[in-house]
């Protein structure tokens, strides 16, 4: 029919066209429509689709903008069009994939005070070996005796 160049042929074809059940109006929107149809099947980024789909298991922004474009793909062309229904549910997805994820602020936590019993933490400034040597002795002398250390030191 593509290579048809008679008019009258052409008319004659779809006229005798069976379209099963479907009324002479949403035929004729079918006909008149076929080639915007066409094109915009064939200019629909696909893959971004499929995405949506993929995300819709999981997400209901996604879900609802794939129910709505099969619910329109399952309809007659003159019902409900179908090119723009591409169109919203491309950019709607677009829009969707393109937002940032909101940012949690994880809450600020304050650790726990140590408490230091000042009768028996010792403190030292040490600046040479000799006085590293005499808090090496006297940590020695607290874990021969079974008590354990806590060690901890700062450069000054």
């Known amino acids: 029919m593509a290579e048809e160049k008679d008019d009258v042929v052409l008319v004659d074809v779809v006229a005798q ?5 479907v009324d002479f109006a949403a035929a004729s929107a079918a006909f008149k429509q076929a080639a915007q149809v066409n094109t915009a099947i064939e200019g629909t980024p696909w893959s971004l689709l499929q995405a949506a789909v993929s995300r819709a298991e999981t997400d209901e922004r996604f879900r609802a903008i794939i129910e709505r474009l099969r619910t329109t793909a399952r309809h007659d062309q003159h019902a409900d069009d179908l090119v723009p229904a591409l169109r919203e549910a491309t950019n709607k997805v677009t829009a969707l994939l393109a937002e940032q994820p909101k940012v949690i602020e994880p809450p600020e936590v304050t650790p726990p005070a140590v408490i230091v019993d000042p009768v028996r933490a010792h403190a030292t400034e040490v600046s040479n070996a000799s ?4 808090v090496v002795a006297a940590i020695k002398d607290e874990l021969s005796a079974g008590h354990p250390v806590r060690v901890t030191w700062e450069p000054l």
């Open 17 to 21: 066209a069976d379209v099963g059940d």
């Open 131 to 134: 006085e590293l040597e005499s």
